[in-house]
């Protein structure tokens, strides 16, 4: 089963946010659900990794890096 189901249930809670009025908890669940995609991805367990972009910090992925 691995991790999969997680990225399940962060789409319920974002689908939840839209349309019950919390924007900005939609859209930090999107980010919460690359994260989790870059995690579940990684080759290392226990490594982590981030897109580097314009707005990137050291250890965040930058939603400008076109990644869905």
Sequence with gaps: MG???ILDV???????????GL???AVQLD????VAEAE????VEGKTFGIPGK???PGRLDRTAGIS
């Design 40 to 43: 579940i991805a990684s080759p």
């Design 10 to 20: 962060l789409t319920d809670l974002k689908t939840y946010a839209q349309m019950n």
């Design 55 to 57: 707005h990137a910090a």
């Design 31 to 34: 980010d919460t659900a690359l």
């Design 23 to 25: 924007p900005a908890l």
């Design 3 to 5: 991790h999969d189901w």
